[in-house]
């Protein structure tokens, strides 16, 4: 079992940045790929960035790439996403997850809370 705790959320301006971090506990952290989700009102849940179990290889779609960067650092059992030139659209609840398999797409295991990121205009 693995529980993730996201923190780092607020309101930012348009231009902006923001950190997240979320913090795991258990043994297992460092054997799961990792991966931050989000949902904006009324949107399907999106994955915004992914990263392997040793940090070598991550994920970003279109919306994202260039702008959000995730990292880990496996003896503190934290993922990081740091989200720079922030957008209105990027409005939305931040969830961490844990995938237990390999590859850093599909379905996760383990979920965090969620924390909410709002961007003014």
């Known amino acids: 079992q693995v529980q993730l705790v996201e923190s780092g959320g607020g309101l930012v301006q348009a231009g902006g940045s923001l950190r997240l971090s979320c913090t795991a506990s258990?043994?297992?952290?460092?054997?799961?790929?990792m991966g931050w989700f989000r949902r904006a009102p009324g949107k399907e849940r999106e994955l915004v960035a992914a990263?392997?179990?040793?940090?070598?290889?991550?994920y970003y779609p279109d919306s994202v790439k260039g702008r959000f960067t995730i990292s880990r650092d496996n003896a503190k059992n934290t993922v990081y996403l740091q989200m720079n030139s922030l957008k209105p659209e990027d409005t939305a609840i931040y969830y961490c997850?844990?995938?237990?398999?390999?590859?850093?797409?599909?379905?996760?295991?383990?979920w965090g809370q969620g924390t909410q990121v709002t961007v003014s205009s």
């Open positions: 258990g043994r297992t952290f460092s054997t799961c790929n």
């Open positions: 990263i392997t179990r040793g940090g070598g290889m991550t």
């Open positions: 997850a844990a995938r237990r398999l390999d590859g850093l797409l599909g379905s996760y295991d383990y």
